[in-house]
């Protein structure tokens, strides 16, 4: 076989990488428009649907093994202090306990650049201090609280804007900010100054909390030297190297097992402290182990979308804008990363003059991990609204304005031209279906006494370009039924259904023929799912092992069937030649119990081009001017992903993207007591995600042109782009309604009240 | 959790003998679990009531008003259609209070006994005031959520959507205890924590309530209600407006105006009421009365917001009754 290396940069999250992978063979060429797909870009209901809905999918919290130990983790109460002394004998000596973990007993487990996963110096409220084992969850529950810790307590900051000054509390010897992206072209300086108007404005958005309805947790088994670990995760290789580097034993000795996922959103990358408490009481103990975050703790000390402090001024000449410069505060936490607000702001508008900076903040508070689409949404929060408001001031219509500055074809950032980018096709889409006609700059009357309507909108940049490595492998049975084995994942977004789509496709199968099996390191390599990476990584490797499948097919029907190789085809299940069909399960049966096995691997992405994906929000909404409540009307968005596999798990993408964005703008609000560090609403109750009482008509189109520069069938990620310019196409609604802009995220009644109150 | 024995007595006297002697009484429990679970209640003794039949179903009697038993779940009130009729403020209350499974579960006795949900009481790491302690930390802390009116030392706010309903039409709850069985007007029920009342019902721990009455005369009522929430169901109130009139030749009579989530207790502006008596419900009348029952107010750092919205939600409500 012929195997080459390849060295490829790609971008994650915002982020450039490098990777490097292994290829086989060669890739093939694209399907284009014309290509004729029979299964590809259907909408099939998702092939797991029905487990899902029955209850019959399990996940990993519903997995108890015999004989399981139950864990619990005891979390700092304080937001910085020093570990002095654990006592656990009172809770040793409840009957039903097991074991106590800390620092002062636990063996060293390298955890993300520490050495150790119970820290001598607790950082924020929520950080571990101790776990414990007992036989049922209830007994751990009221064990953890007998463990006697003497803490001592540390100064301490947490508030992003506290943090930020001069006279803060310095949490580590370089202080709390450290600038984390700067972007510069052109010249602002000269060009604000030429300016004719400039606009500047302050914009903040809350701390995001992920809730993914399954927490974060693991069980763990040793059979031997054998580690078996069950994880709610996104990258099951992830969590493999997490535990080799915890815990110092071969890959060999490790299998990590995903099957149905709860959600994610970015903050299930790899393995999490819990699971590698499961790992080693399970092999001190001699037992499974079970180690789940309950919901409070899930809310404290699993991840969240920075808060930010951003600040834009904005310049136009004549109708344009001139300059722009952004400058970004981001609460990390205790994380060791930030996110980039600035992103957008860089790349996505044919701005001449452009400042950005962004500057990462420690506050002592639970670590930032990546939530769907990180900085991004904040940052088009920021940047979309200030151009309405430049709009506003030179009295241009907003959708207006955008469009000249959307068309460049190349990428402002990197001089590459894009692979495709239909912008402008998307706001054409957006703009009829949401009757942008009917927007007056003034906003009009709404439907009710005291209530005005508003329209905005807002632009999406993203990646999504997926690269290698990713790898899979398609079994073809002698009956002609076929199953894909990849490292993938499905985290809830339709992985399973649109890999068998692929496979189907290329195999000339049905779709119910194909069998998908995931989430298991013992498959090939394939990428954390995020990123929105998943299809346009995974899906090429598929497609290619599918046609490896296809093209040892043919050969072997070929002697069989005594037909040249070239001149047949598989087609639903058959193999067919000119005026001839036989069943593949006839084919194949004609030999013994042989089993065709494809393998394909991701090509690396072209060099000299730049994959971005893009799209628009419409919003129309109400705003009642008495009570600051917002209705959210209806909501068209469009995007331009390249080729839509599948328009149904697809447009499910867009619906949860929305929606999720609708919490970020209107609800959802992680709440700290400043004076102890405490959050006040870490749980369902105070935390407002949205209900389904708060979902409104959804609109979603795709431009649904196959990117056939990108990769093998034509498709970008989807995963993040639709929560993107959601919120900025919200704010930018509800201050067309009422005439005065909420510059903070969310938009409650209370901040709506407030700025109504001061309206000039 | 701490361990607790539990009993289903069958009998209130028997449950009375139980409550004597040091126990807590659960209904549907959507409350008190909550706070077990969190730390904030640890009785030692459960006296779970659902079986005493005195306290179930509820009825309106010709001549004699309503009777709800304390028992009765919130679900069975919203949807009952012989309520829409008779006193629709019930439904239009509840419907929007926590979920489908809390009211199900939840009953009118729970209901109006509920704690306040200060997000300062709701986590047992903070001893504040209402606790034993010696402040109240949503004082100097996060207040969005807090009192605007009414409060002493503890400005949580009464959280019951039920509540401002049911005294908006002069409900009365009766009350068993080992000294006999009394009878209050229910806004009575509720008292503002104050000096050394760390409490926020009158009811001891010794009494049951039985069931609640609206008068047969409060039925020919006209009300309204309104509540705004943090986002479209399932959230308590920001605000919660309860009002009720009598409108005779289109002029006022006895007007009620109470408010949830504003004071400790469920806020009745008892001059706002006066200052509609005799009137006509025009807008003016309305606007003054809103006014009036907010002048007041006296908001936090945090909760100014909460005036000017429950202003508008009275002048709402009392619009509607025209
Ligand atoms: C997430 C959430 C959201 C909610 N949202 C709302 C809302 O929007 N609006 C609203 O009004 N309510 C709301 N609630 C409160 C809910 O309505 C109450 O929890 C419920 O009605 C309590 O009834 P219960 O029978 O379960 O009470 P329990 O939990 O059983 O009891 C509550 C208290 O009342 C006492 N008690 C109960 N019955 C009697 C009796 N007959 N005699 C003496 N003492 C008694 C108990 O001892 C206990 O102290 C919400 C609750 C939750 C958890
Ligand atoms: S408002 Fe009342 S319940 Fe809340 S902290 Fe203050 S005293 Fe405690």
């Given at each position: 076989?012929?195997?080459?290396?390849?060295?490829?940069?790609?971008?994650?999250?915002?982020?450039?990488?490098?990777?490097?992978?292994?290829?086989?063979?060669?890739?093939?060429?694209?399907?284009?428009?014309?290509?004729?797909?029979?299964?590809?870009?259907?909408?099939?209901?998702?092939?797991?649907?029905?487990?899902?809905?029955?209850?019959?999918?399990?996940?990993?919290?519903?997995?108890?093994?015999?004989?399981?130990?139950?864990?619990?983790?005891?979390?700092?109460?304080?937001?910085?202090?020093?570990?002095?002394?654990?006592?656990?004998?009172?809770?040793?000596?409840?009957?039903?306990?097991?074991?106590?973990?800390?620092?002062?007993?636990?063996?060293?487990?390298?955890?993300?650049?520490?050495?150790?996963?119970?820290?001598?110096?607790?950082?924020?409220?929520?950080?571990?201090?101790?776990?414990?084992?007992?036989?049922?969850?209830?007994?751990?529950?009221?064990?953890?609280?007998?463990?006697?810790?003497?803490?001592?307590?540390?100064?301490?900051?947490?508030?992003?804007?506290?943090?930020?000054?001069?006279?803060?509390?310095?949490?580590?010897?370089?202080?709390?900010?450290?600038?984390?992206?700067?972007?510069?072209?052109?010249?602002?300086?000269?060009?604000?100054?030429?300016?004719?108007?400039?606009?500047?404005?302050?914009?903040?958005?809350?701390?995001?909390?992920?809730?993914?309805?399954?927490?974060?947790?693991?069980?763990?088994?040793?059979?031997?030297?054998?580690?078996?670990?069950?994880?709610?995760?996104?990258?099951?290789?992830?969590?493999?190297?997490?535990?080799?580097?915890?815990?110092?034993?071969?890959?060999?000795?490790?299998?990590?097992?995903?099957?149905?996922?709860?959600?994610?959103?970015?903050?299930?990358?790899?393995?999490?402290?819990?699971?590698?408490?499961?790992?080693?009481?399970?092999?001190?103990?001699?037992?499974?182990?079970?180690?789940?975050?309950?919901?409070?703790?899930?809310?404290?000390?699993?991840?969240?979308?920075?808060?930010?402090?951003?600040?834009?001024?904005?310049?136009?000449?004549?109708?344009?804008?001139?300059?722009?410069?952004?400058?970004?505060?981001?609460?990390?936490?205790?994380?060791?990363?930030?996110?980039?607000?600035?992103?957008?702001?860089?790349?996505?508008?044919?701005?001449?003059?452009?400042?950005t900076r962004s500057y990462k903040v420690v506050t002592s508070l639970g670590?930032?991990?990546?939530?769907?689409?990180?900085?991004?949404?904040?940052?088009?929060?920021?940047?979309?609204?200030?151009?309405?408001?430049?709009?506003?001031?030179?009295?241009?219509?907003?959708?207006?304005?955008?469009?000249?500055?959307?068309?460049?074809?190349?990428?402002?950032?990197?001089?590459?031209?894009?692979?495709?980018?239909?912008?402008?096709?998307?706001?054409?889409?957006?703009?009829?279906?949401?009757?942008?006609?009917?927007?007056k700059p003034e906003g009009t009357r709404g439907s009710a006494p005291h209530?005005?309507?508003?329209?905005?909108?807002?632009?999406?940049?993203?990646?999504?370009?997926?690269?290698?490595?990713?790898?899979?492998?398609?079994?073809?049975?002698?009956?002609?039924?076929?199953?894909?084995?990849?490292?993938?994942?499905?985290?809830?977004?339709?992985?399973?259904?649109?890999?068998?789509?692929?496979?189907?496709?290329?195999?000339?199968?049905?779709?119910?023929?194909?069998?998908?099996?995931?989430?298991?390191?013992?498959?090939?390599?394939?990428?954390?799912?995020?990123?929105?990476?998943?299809?346009?990584?995974?899906?090429?490797?598929?497609?290619?092992?599918?046609?490896?499948?296809?093209?040892?097919?043919?050969?072997?029907?070929?002697?069989?069937?005594?037909?040249?190789?070239?001149?047949?085809?598989?087609?639903?299940?058959?193999?067919?030649?000119?005026?001839?069909?036989?069943?593949?399960?006839?084919?194949?049966?004609?030999?013994?119990?042989?089993?065709?096995?494809?393998?394909?691997?991701?090509?690396?992405?072209?060099?000299?081009?730049?994959?971005?994906?893009?799209?628009?929000?419409?919003?129309?909404?109400?705003?009642?001017?008495?009570?600051?409540?917002?209705?959210?009307?209806?909501?068209?968005?469009?995007?331009?992903?390249?080729?839509?596999?599948?328009?149904?798990?697809?447009?499910?993408?867009?619906?949860?993207?929305?929606?999720?964005?609708?919490?970020?703008?209107?609800?959802?609000?992680?709440?700290?007591?400043?004076?102890?560090?405490?959050?006040?609403?870490?749980?369902?109750?105070?935390?407002?995600?949205?209900?389904?009482?708060?979902?409104?008509?959804?609109?979603?189109?795709?431009?649904?042109?196959?990117?056939?520069?990108?990769?093998?069938?034509?498709?970008?990620?989807?995963?993040?782009?639709?929560?993107?310019?959601?919120?900025?196409?919200?704010?930018?609604?509800?201050?067309?309604?009422?005439?005065?802009?909420?510059?903070?995220?969310?938009?409650?009644?209370?901040?709506?009240?407030?700025?109504?109150?001061?309206?000039? | 959790?701490?361990?607790?024995?539990?009993?289903?007595?069958?009998?209130?006297?028997?449950?009375?003998?139980?409550?004597?002697?040091?126990?807590?009484?659960?209904?549907?429990?959507?409350?008190?679990?909550?706070?077990?679970?969190?730390?904030?209640?640890?009785?030692?003794?459960?006296?779970?009531?659902?079986?005493?039949?005195?306290?179930?179903?509820?009825?309106?009697?010709?001549?004699?008003?309503?009777?709800?038993?304390?028992?009765?779940?919130?679900?069975?009130?919203?949807?009952?259609?012989?309520?829409?009729?008779?006193?629709?403020?019930?439904?239009?209350?509840?419907?929007?209070?926590?979920?489908?499974?809390?009211?199900?579960?939840?009953?009118?006795?729970?209901?109006?006994?509920?704690?306040?949900?200060?997000?300062?009481?709701?986590?047992?790491?903070?001893?504040?005031?209402?606790?034993?302690?010696?402040?109240?930390?949503?004082?100097?802390?996060?207040?969005?959520?807090?009192?605007?009116?009414?409060?002493?030392?503890?400005?949580?706010?009464?959280?019951?959507?039920?509540?401002?309903?049911?005294?908006?039409?002069?409900?009365?709850?009766?009350?068993?205890?080992?000294?006999?069985?009394?009878?209050?007007?229910?806004?009575?029920?509720?008292?503002?924590?104050?000096?050394?009342?760390?409490?926020?019902?009158?009811?001891?721990?010794?009494?049951?309530?039985?069931?609640?009455?609206?008068?047969?005369?409060?039925?020919?009522?006209?009300?309204?209600?309104?509540?705004a929430m943090e986002r479209k169901t399932w959230s308590f109130a920001l605000?919660?407006?309860?009002?009720?009139?009598?409108?005779?030749?289109?002029?006022?009579?006895?007007?009620?105006?109470?408010?949830?989530?504003?004071?400790?207790?469920?806020?009745?502006?008892?001059?706002?009421?006066?200052?509609?008596?005799?009137?006509?419900?025009?807008?003016?009348?309305?606007?003054?009365?809103?006014?009036?029952?907010?002048?007041?107010?006296?908001?936090?750092?945090?909760?100014?917001?909460?005036?000017?919205?429950?202003?508008?939600?009275?002048?709402?409500?009392?619009?509607?009754?025209?």
């Amino acid at each position: 076989m012929n195997i080459k290396v390849v060295r490829t940069k790609a971008e994650i999250e915002g982020r450039i990488i490098e990777a490097t992978a292994l290829v086989e063979g060669r890739d093939l060429a694209p399907w284009g428009t014309d290509s004729g797909l029979a299964i590809v870009g259907k909408g099939h209901p998702r092939v797991d649907g029905i487990a899902r809905v029955t209850g019959r999918a399990q996940y990993t919290q519903d997995l108890y093994l015999p004989g399981m130990l139950h864990v619990r983790v005891l979390r700092s109460p304080y937001p910085r202090a020093r570990v002095r002394r654990v006592d656990a004998s009172r809770a040793l000596a409840l009957p039903g306990v097991r074991g106590v973990l800390h620092r002062f007993n636990a063996p060293k487990a390298a955890f993300r650049g520490e050495e150790t996963i119970f820290r001598d110096e607790v950082r924020f409220v929520g950080d571990e201090v101790a776990a414990l084992a007992a036989d049922t969850e209830e007994t751990a529950a009221d064990a953890v609280r007998l463990i006697d810790v003497d803490y001592e307590l540390l100064p301490f900051v947490a508030d992003l804007e506290e943090a930020m000054r001069d006279d803060a509390t310095r949490l580590t010897e370089k202080g709390n900010v450290t600038e984390s992206g700067t972007y510069e072209r052109g010249d602002t300086k000269r060009a604000f100054a030429e300016a004719s108007v400039v606009v500047e404005a302050t914009y903040r958005t809350s701390t995001q909390l992920h809730n993914s309805l399954e927490t974060h947790g693991a069980v763990a088994r040793w059979d031997g030297d054998l580690l078996t670990v069950w994880e709610s995760t996104q990258h099951v290789f992830g969590v493999r190297a997490g535990l080799q580097a915890a815990l110092k034993i071969p890959y060999s000795d490790i299998r990590v097992l995903c099957d149905y996922m709860g959600g994610g959103f970015g903050s299930k990358g790899g393995a999490g402290k819990y699971t590698i408490v499961a790992s080693i009481f399970a092999r001190q103990l001699g037992k499974p182990v079970r180690c789940f975050l309950t919901r409070d703790e899930e809310n404290l000390a699993a991840g969240n979308r920075s808060a930010t402090y951003q600040t834009v001024k904005i310049a136009a000449k004549g109708k344009r804008i001139h300059a722009i410069e952004h400058l970004s505060w981001s609460n990390s936490g205790q994380g060791r990363w930030v996110a980039d607000p600035t992103g957008p702001t860089n790349g996505l508008y044919d701005i001449p003059h452009v400042r950005t900076r962004s500057y990462k903040v420690v506050t002592s508070l639970g670590a930032l991990s990546a939530f769907r689409a990180p900085g991004y949404v904040e940052g088009t929060f920021a940047l979309d609204q200030a151009i309405d408001e430049l709009a506003d001031r030179i009295g241009e219509d907003p959708l207006a304005l955008r469009r000249r500055h959307a068309a460049l074809q190349t990428d402002p950032v990197t001089g590459m031209r894009y692979s495709l980018k239909r912008l402008l096709a998307c706001y054409d889409i957006g703009a009829k279906e949401i009757g942008w006609q009917h927007r007056k700059p003034e906003g009009t009357r709404g439907s009710a006494p005291h209530r005005r309507r508003g329209y905005g909108m807002a632009s999406q940049l993203w990646g999504g370009s997926g690269f290698p490595p990713a790898y899979a492998t398609v079994h073809l049975n002698p009956d002609g039924t076929a199953v894909l084995r990849c490292g993938t994942q499905d985290i809830g977004t339709g992985t399973r259904t649109v890999l068998a789509q692929l496979v189907a496709e290329e195999l000339g199968l049905a779709l119910g023929d194909v069998r998908v099996e995931l989430g298991d390191t013992s498959s090939q390599y394939a990428p954390i799912s995020a990123g929105s990476l998943t299809v346009s990584s995974v899906g090429p490797a598929v497609r290619l092992a599918a046609k490896d499948a296809r093209m040892q097919l043919l050969d072997a029907a070929s002697g069989l069937l005594e037909v040249g190789a070239t001149e047949l085809r598989v087609e639903r299940g058959a193999i067919v030649s000119t005026g001839r069909r036989t069943q593949i399960g006839e084919v194949l049966g004609q030999i013994e119990n042989y089993t065709v096995i494809g393998k394909g691997s991701r090509f690396p992405n072209p060099e000299d081009i730049s994959l971005k994906t893009f799209g628009a929000h419409f919003a129309q909404v109400e705003v009642d001017v008495r009570t600051g409540e917002v209705f959210v009307e209806h909501i068209v968005a469009v995007h331009d992903i390249g080729r839509v596999i599948n328009p149904l798990t697809a447009a499910s993408q867009v619906e949860g993207g929305v929606i999720q964005g609708l919490g970020f703008v209107l609800s959802e609000e992680r709440v700290v007591d400043r004076p102890t560090g405490r959050v006040l609403n870490g749980n369902l109750e105070g935390y407002k995600v949205p209900t389904i009482r708060d979902v409104p008509k959804i609109t979603v189109r795709f431009i649904d042109d196959p990117d056939t520069k990108a990769n093998n069938i034509g498709a970008k990620g989807l995963g993040e782009p639709p929560i993107i310019p959601l919120p900025a196409a919200i704010a930018n609604a509800v201050a067309n309604a009422i005439g005065v802009r909420v510059r903070t995220a969310p938009i409650t009644r209370q901040r709506v009240l407030e700025a109504l109150e001061l309206r000039p | 959790m701490k361990p607790f024995a539990y009993a289903r007595p069958r009998a209130v006297t028997e449950a009375l003998k139980l409550a004597r002697g040091g126990a807590t009484v659960m209904a549907g429990g959507t409350d008190l679990l909550g706070l077990m679970k969190d730390g904030i209640a640890a009785p030692e003794r459960i006296v779970d009531i659902r079986s005493l039949e005195p306290l179930r179903g509820w009825a309106r009697a010709k001549g004699k008003g309503l009777r709800i038993g304390a028992l009765v779940s919130l679900v069975d009130l919203e949807t009952s259609a012989e309520l829409a009729r008779t006193m629709p403020i019930i439904g239009e209350a509840l419907r929007p209070a926590a979920t489908a499974q809390l009211r199900t579960m939840g009953t009118v006795g729970g209901n109006l006994l509920q704690r306040n949900r200060c997000w300062y009481f709701r986590d047992e790491a903070y001893p504040c005031w209402l606790k034993g302690g010696v402040r109240c930390f949503a004082i100097e802390g996060d207040n969005r959520l807090h009192a605007i009116v009414g409060a002493e030392e503890c400005v949580a706010v009464a959280p019951s959507d039920l509540a401002p309903a049911l005294i908006a039409y002069d409900a009365t709850v009766s009350l068993t205890g080992s000294r006999g069985t009394r009878t209050m007007p229910l806004v009575d029920l509720f008292v503002t924590p104050h000096g050394r009342v760390r409490r926020e019902h009158a009811i001891t721990s010794d009494e049951l309530i039985i069931e609640v009455r609206v008068p047969e005369n409060a039925l020919t009522r006209r009300g309204a209600f309104e509540k705004a929430m943090e986002r479209k169901t399932w959230s308590f109130a920001l605000v919660s407006v309860a009002v009720s009139a009598k409108l005779i030749g289109g002029v006022v009579r006895d007007a009620r105006i109470v408010l949830g989530g504003v004071a400790p207790v469920p806020w009745r502006a008892r001059d706002a009421e006066k200052l509609l008596e005799g009137q006509v419900l025009d807008d003016a009348a309305c606007q003054a009365a809103a006014d009036a029952a907010l002048e007041r107010a006296e908001p936090l750092k945090d909760n100014g917001y909460k005036v000017p919205l429950a202003r508008e939600l009275v002048r709402r409500t009392l619009r509607r009754l025209a």
